[in-house]
């Protein structure tokens, strides 16, 4: 069965730094492309980072190019996701996502057929 697992949340102050994890299990990971998304309470799901299935090829929402790295390792089957100088506006719940490889760069929900469970970020002095 296909399971994605995240790990790696929890409370940081404003400029400081957290590594995501997502671990996969159950399907071939470089199969597959796979993305990061977040939800704030009250706010639709939102696309942050999407990577291909050789990891050659990230693509970043505008709200994070520039603070976040998405990366992967398929032999461990492992993706993360680096953020840097975090701010209050990053407190969400972070997803990790999978979705079979394709040329198509995709920042849709409905694009993506696996999810983690999400994990909670929080940015607060």
């Known amino acids: 069965q296909s399971h994605l697992a995240e790990s790696g949340g929890g409370l940081v102050q404003p400029g400081g730094s957290l590594r995501l994890s997502c671990a996969a299990s159950g399907f071939i990971l470089d199969h597959f492309a796979v993305g990061w998304f977040r939800q704030a309470p009250g706010q639709e799901r939102e696309f942050l980072a999407t990577i291909n299935w050789s990891g050659s090829y990230p693509f970043y929402a505008d709200s994070v190019r520039g603070r976040f790295t998405i990366s992967r390792d398929n032999a461990k089957f492992m993706m993360y996701l680096q953020m840097n100088n975090l701010t209050p506006e990053d407190t969400a719940i972070y997803y990790c996502?999978?979705?079979?490889?394709?040329?198509?760069?995709?920042?849709?929900?409905?694009?993506?057929?696996?999810w983690g469970q999400g994990i909670q970020v929080t940015v607060s002095s």
């Open positions: 996502a999978a979705r079979p490889s394709s040329s198509v760069v995709e920042v849709t929900t409905a694009a993506y057929n696996y």
